[in-house]
């Protein structure tokens, strides 16, 4: 029952990262009334999070405020709020605490949380990355590992302490286990008198037969090498069936080779899979509206819902195809560029509904694909109209560093990361080794 | 019971505030075996603790991991831990996981935490300001009131979010309301459609006659109208009786004239006392040493505990008295200077003891005083060899800043501090405005 509403269209963003911040830039001459609504204050520079859970730079490097963002953009209200419900029949949106929204036009952008495949069980044992904190916390179990070691006389639990697992092997596992692996050899040692921080194990576990699998072979290799060099144990076809307080369970090798390896470890980190938000999960059903395996929406090549094109769905809450002439669709990944295209498509089709135009189906531009491992090693695969590149080792990751502070909002935050990387890259230090308190975690 | 040991003295420092840091700094050339510990992993600047809480600096600017402090200086050993009991009599410390420490020599530097005043129920109605915890609770509260405030439809509770309260009219509460009028006054307007930030109101109250009662009382008056000026209503003569989650109550005036005032708030700060650590109390009782009101310890013109020459207490744990020639003793302020010159002080007294020779009286110099209210105001209060200077306003602001920089710990914590501070000044923004998460406190 849609209201009667005089004035110019309502436009309600459901989430500030990649894809809702781009929907509502897109928007920024529309004549519309625009809600931008998140459940944390900040837009969070995600590929960046994994320096904030190692303790290479502060939060605020990566985090802008979002109404500070959109000060200026006269025709959006920016509201912190939790979204718990969305009334498709009365087209409002309900947030915990907080006026209803109602709306014209819906973007839903809620963005994806950590899957453990069913395995549930194992999250506080096994924290991942995702929000900033994710970020803190682990932070704080890899800094406060190396202090119980300090501290512990048994020599079989202070190995524990000293060995690190990253379980999965996708560019966030790849970043952190080089991280890990840099921290332990560059940045710790000196500092401690009864263990040698640069003895730390650092297991990388993957499922699969290699790293990086959305990268050509060659540049998994290579990566596989850097991180070794690095001192990480990269162990492929290695699932984990079980994880405790203290334990990794893992499935290694396949066929008749298969056999179960424990291993010791107080620090586990989750990087094997993200699951569309729970939002995603809720508004399916409402709607009756297929879900892929991972629980993100089927949606139409326009990114709007079968029967509700007043509603789209973009970013990691879409299973969306990309439309290009003269070729099969093909899946869209589940990447920040790939968010930031949605949210402009989105954009652009809400403004040619308000004009009464034809909708476009989306089209994703691939440039290709950056990760790194650690100091002086990346693995760059980009896409261009003039051709196909494919580079490793140091000129990687200079190119991974710029582009990533290139990408960064804000020119405060760039000059930050730039002097913060500058110095901990001349000193191997790490800038933000604080913990504010030793917790009640399971660690102590 | 003291055991037969061999070797080096063993120094145990509990506490890596001002006074513990500068006590293991001027032991760096003893023969000694020095144990550091803390129950953070950082050293803590306080004084700039007030810029984290409103959002001004990020942590790790003002923090330095201790280890990383002492990794060059061979003869100590730093532990992340929590001291649980003291065994005066067999000389060792005790931590709640974690070896025993034994220790020939012991300078216990636990430091303050805050006093309610025997109303501990107010403790989670107003936050205080001593730890980065603290530090991080009451910024998360300011933010979230004027996100609360946007979307609040009742104007009385919109007015409620909008009403911020700070108890006690010391430095520390000085600066938080300073700062606080210029949150709502330069840098959040135009950021919000539905409140204005300027509008908020600030409330500072002291329970006294004047603000900043340890600075003459000319600079007092400046600092009040800087306050004013910046939009502060000053309370003077109001002591708070009561706190819930919504509402101060105040008993206003002095004789007949008072009155019992109820203030609806929902961001209530205290900065109107401190009390010493448990830790001190525990150690008190276990020696029969007396304590002043305030839970320090009273200790010998030396430092050290009566009847227990061995052990140390300095920083805001000890009430110490000065010992100058020809001048009564003078009782010792509670502020970083004086922690830092206890911890020297008490340093060179273990090598004198360790030398066999006889330990000095403690000799405190007071170089005078600092506060600052906000942008381009502070008072300052200098006392010198050459003469005695007072004066407020920009040019004292600049002092104040250049001051705090200056004692920093840590090159690029200087940089970080400055840049932050330069931009903030010239752009009216505050850079660490990162709330991770809602959070299931009161407020929402």
Known sequence: ???????????????????????????????????????????????????VATAGLSAPAIAAPVRHLFRRQANV?????EVVAIDTAARHVVLADGPMLPYEHLVVA????????????????????????????????????????????????????????????????????G???????????????????ASARILLLEGGSRVLQTMPEDLSRRASEQLEKLGVEVRLDSRVVAIDAGTVEVQAGTGAAARTVTINSRCVIWAAGVAASPLGRQLAQTLGVPMDRAGRIV??????????????????????????????????????????????????????????????????????NLATIGRNAAVVDLVSPVGHFKFSGYFAWLFWLFAHIWFLIGFRNRIVVLIDWASAYWSKQRYARVVSDIGDGPLL
Not at 20 to 36: M, P, S, Y
Not at 40 to 46: E, I, K, R, V
């Open 110 to 177: 809620a963005g994806a949380t950590h899957s453990y495949f069913g395995r549930d069980d194992w999250a506080p044992h096994a924290p991942g990355l995702k929000t900033l904190d994710d970020a803190f916390e682990i932070r704080r179990r890899i800094l406060l590992a190396f202090e119980a070691a300090e501290k512990e006389a048994d020599p079989a639990l202070r190995d524990a302490w000293l060995t690190f697992v990253v379980i999965g092997g996708g560019p966030t596992g790849v970043e952190m286990a």
């Open 1 to 51: 029952m849609a209201s009667t509403h005089s004035g110019n269209p309502r436009v309600v963003i459901v989430g500030c990262g990649f894809g809702g911040l781009e929907t509502a830039r897109a928007l920024a001459n529309a004549a519309a009334d625009i809600t931008l609504v998140d459940k944390t204050n900040h837009h969070l520079f995600q590929p960046l999070l994994y320096q």
């Open 299 to 368: 949606v139409e090549p326009d990114l709007s819902l079968p029967s509700h094109p007043e509603i789209s769905v973009i970013g990691d809450l879409a299973a969306a195809r990309s439309f290009a002439p003269g070729r099969e669709p093909q899946p869209v990944p589940g990447v920040s560029p790939a968010a930031k295209q949605m949210g402009r498509a989105a954009a652009a089709n809400i403004l040619r509904r308000m004009a009464g135009t034809a909708t476009r189906p989306f089209r994703y531009r691939d440039y290709g």
């Open 179 to 197: 991280t890990l692996a840099e921290i332990a050899r560059h940045t710790l040692p000196g500092e401690f008198r009864r263990i040698d921080p």
């Open 77 to 81: 209200t920016t509201l912190l709020g």
